[in-house]
């Protein structure tokens, strides 16, 4: 059974930092790619970045030049860096298998005040 268990969200003014974190169990991680999605209210479940095995990265270009994925397989772990973060980043942000998500975790809200 898959199990995704994300931290880290937070309240933060405008420009401020965030570090995510995913802890990944039920899954081959390490031959797996995952990424961060993110669902604003009222809005659709997106795709923020994603990760191969291989350390190949994507970004939506929103978030190009601000926002940082990086794993660690070892501890079956997925990061997301976030910078200069802006109220429209505002959202609840879940890690999961890309492109094809499994079954969703609960989430970190990550607020962003102008």
């Known amino acids: 059974q898959v199990q995704l268990v994300e931290s880290g969200g937070g309240l933060v003014q405008a420009g401020g930092s965030l570090r995510l974190s995913c802890a990944a169990s039920g899954i081959i991680f390490s031959i797996t790619t995952v990424g961060w999605y993110r669902q604003a209210p009222g809005k659709q479940r997106e795709l923020v970045a994603d990760m191969t095995s291989g350390g190949r990265t994507n970004y939506r270009d929103s978030v190009k030049g601000r926002f940082t994925i990086s794993r660690d397989n070892v501890k079956n772990t997925v990061y997301l860096q976030m910078n200069s973060l802006k109220p429209e980043d505002t959202a609840v942000y879940y890690c999961?298998?890309?492109?094809?998500?499994?079954?969703w975790g609960q989430g970190t809200q990550v607020t962003v005040s102008s």
């Open positions: 999961n298998v890309s492109p094809f998500p499994t079954q």
